[in-house]
């Protein structure tokens, strides 16, 4: 009989014959309604449905069924039907994975040692973190089978879908006298803390006692002698004398203001400044112009004369009984004297910085076209002096004036762009009286003319100034001096430059008599001229 008729019969029960009993052939899971009984009394045992097998196909039957003398399954072990009549397939384990993985011998202590039912050991009573349905529970067991049982309907007292349950916890009590805890370690815990409270409070103490050294609560400061001494002479001094006579001139054209200063030379309100301080002022309707004491005390002022050529000007403030600036000379500074610069720079009234005397006779175009470029023979300084001294006072040691600050040296493209970089210049104080008296005077200043425009030019060997065109009827026409005449010296002053050759024609008079001495086509020359008027 070939194998796909054996499995045929197999497969197709008889109908004839007598229905086998169950208990010996147990039914597959597809062949049950229900196996599950009630006991004795129940309902009757169902028994199994007859089957309706197709016929296997050749080719299926060649790759599916059991090889020729297998009866069982493939792994060539009989089946034998265990305790609860499922079917164990596994063949044994050799002797190695026995040995590693199977269970210990029955004389060996079990991993699980719950206490017995009346206590444990010592005598404390049931454990409360030992569930009493331990040894019960199917899977602390490893020796349950496995069970083919209905799908999981919910959380149950047993097994793995039982709910998670809150163990109990230690109290003080339980933790000190339960014996939960080793006494040595309670011992060792509690000398741990009081090591560490020790330490703080040796720690605290200690701060709180260096903190303590760094105050005193009865310190009382001693008594200090009186100021600082200001003896005649010092910068301290010389302020409190000056400071009075000068005052700050407050400028307004339209909406446009600006900022000077000036000194009083005279009792009745005469206030010496510069020019470029009161000239937009000058004829333009609605402007005033307005003086301010160093004691707060505001006037109105008025000018009285302007000289832009050598960058001059009286105003005079309706004031009484002001305090009058001593007037000194310039003509005995030297290099390296003290000065002191008073005025208001960048609008900071009463403002006082010191320095020295850098330099004297120092030729310094102030600006002005045509004419009326204004050229000084300054005295340098490097007191500090920043746009708004301009007009303010420069005194020396005694306190008398000896030059009135005009301008400045800066690295900024204008001089408001620029601050003091120890490059001042001030008006001397000689030339600046004889100014001042003729315009309170007369309103106006004259000055002696050459009649000449020049230009600074040097050789490598020695400097002058090359006349570039000649004035008609002037002194210098009149006197012979043609164009391209190099001045070098105008009476006993040399001249370096055409700013030079200004101001030694300016420091004459009109009128004066003087030798210029010249280089004309190489050769030196010397002629007499007559300085006229300006």
Same mark, same amino acid.
């Given at each position: 009989m070939s194998d796909e008729q054996d499995a045929r019969e197999r497969a197709e029960p008889d109908p004839a014959a007598p229905p086998q009993d169950t208990a010996q052939a147990p039914p597959g899971p597809a062949e049950i309604e229900d196996v599950r009984s009630e006991g004795a009394g129940g309902p009757p045992r169902l028994t199994p449905r007859p089957l309706e097998r197709p016929a296997v196909e050749p080719a299926? %039957?060649?790759?599916?069924? $059991? /090889?020729?003398?297998?009866? !069982?399954?493939?792994? +060539?072990?009989? *089946?034998?039907?265990?305790? @609860?009549?499922?079917?164990?397939?596994?063949?044994?384990?050799?002797?190695?994975?026995?040995?590693?993985?199977?269970?210990?011998?029955?004389? %060996?202590?079990?991993?699980? $040692? /719950?206490?017995?039912?009346? !206590?444990?050991?010592? +005598?404390?009573? *049931?454990?409360?973190?030992? @569930?009493?349905?331990?040894?019960?529970?199917?899977?602390?067991?490893?020796?349950?089978?496995?069970?083919?049982?209905?799908?999981?309907?919910?959380?149950?007292?047993?097994?793995?879908?039982?709910?998670?349950?809150?163990?109990?916890?230690?109290?003080?009590?339980?933790?000190?006298?339960?014996?939960?805890?080793?006494?040595?370690?309670?011992?060792?815990?509690?000398v741990v803390a009081l090591l560490?409270?020790?330490?703080?409070?040796?720690?605290?103490?200690?701060?709180?006692?260096g903190a303590n050294s760094l105050t005193e609560p009865g310190a009382t400061l001693t008594s200090t002698s009186g100021g600082k001494e200001r003896p005649p002479g010092s910068v301290a001094d010389i302020a409190q004398r000056v400071l009075p006579a000068v005052v700050s001139l407050d400028v307004k054209v339209g909406q446009e203001s600006g900022t000077g200063s000036g000194v009083v030379i005279d009792k009745a309100g005469y206030v010496l400044t510069n020019n470029h301080v009161v000239a937009p002022a000058a004829g333009a309707q609605g402007a005033t112009i307005e003086a301010v004491f160093s004691d707060g005390t505001r006037a109105p002022a008025a000018i009285v004369g302007r000289d832009p050529k050598t960058d001059l000007a009286v105003v005079k403030v309706r004031v009484t009984n002001p305090t009058v600036a001593t007037i000194g000379t310039s003509s005995s500074l030297v290099v390296g004297d003290g000065v002191?610069?008073?005025?208001?720079?960048?609008?900071?009234?009463?403002?006082?910085?010191?320095?020295?005397?850098?330099?004297?006779?120092?030729?310094?175009?102030?600006?002005?076209?045509?004419?009326?470029?204004?050229?000084?023979?300054?005295?340098?300084?490097?007191?500090?002096?920043?746009?708004?001294?301009?007009?303010?006072?420069?005194?020396?040691?005694?306190?008398?004036?000896v030059g009135i600050n005009s301008a400045i040296r800066s690295l900024g493209a204008t001089q408001d762009e620029g601050g003091s970089i120890g490059l001042g210049f001030a008006i001397p104080i000689d030339d600046a009286r004889v100014i001042a008296e003729e315009l309170i005077r007369t309103g106006a200043v004259t000055h002696a003319d050459l009649g000449v425009n020049a230009r600074s030019v040097t050789d490598g060997a020695s400097d002058g100034a090359e006349v570039q065109n000649v004035v008609q009827g002037g002194a210098a026409a009149a006197a012979g001096i043609l164009e391209g005449d190099v001045i070098v010296k105008v009476g006993d002053r040399d001249v370096a430059g055409a700013d030079e050759l200004v101001v030694a024609v300016r420091e004459r008079n009109p009128g004066d008599v003087v030798t210029v001495q010249l280089v004309r086509d190489g050769r030196p020359l010397t002629v007499t001229a007559t300085l006229a008027s300006d």
């Open positions: 299926a %039957a060649a790759a599916f069924s $059991r /090889p020729d003398g297998v009866e !069982g399954a493939f792994a +060539g072990v009989a *089946p034998t039907a265990s305790s @609860n009549g499922r079917t164990h397939l596994a063949p044994a384990p050799t002797a190695a994975l026995a040995t590693a993985f199977g269970r210990p011998a029955t004389d %060996a202590p079990s991993l699980q $040692r /719950p206490p017995d039912e009346a !206590g444990d050991a010592d +005598g404390r009573g *049931p454990d409360p973190f030992w @569930n009493p349905d331990a040894a019960r529970d199917p899977w602390r067991d490893p020796g349950t089978p496995v069970e083919l049982g209905p799908p999981h309907s919910g959380g149950t007292e047993d097994g793995i879908s039982s709910p998670a349950r809150v163990g109990a916890r230690l109290s003080m009590r339980e933790l000190l006298f339960g014996r939960r805890v080793d006494p040595k370690a309670l011992a060792l815990l509690g560490i409270g020790a330490v703080g409070g040796l720690v605290g103490r200690y701060t709180a006692e002191i610069a008073i005025g208001s720079p960048l609008g900071l009234a009463g403002t006082v910085t010191e320095g020295i005397v850098s330099a004297i006779d120092r030729p310094i175009r102030l600006g002005g076209d045509g004419s009326d470029v204004a050229v000084i023979d300054a005295v340098q300084t490097d007191a500090a002096i920043n746009p708004g001294n301009s007009g303010g006072p420069l005194v020396d040691s005694t306190g008398a004036v």
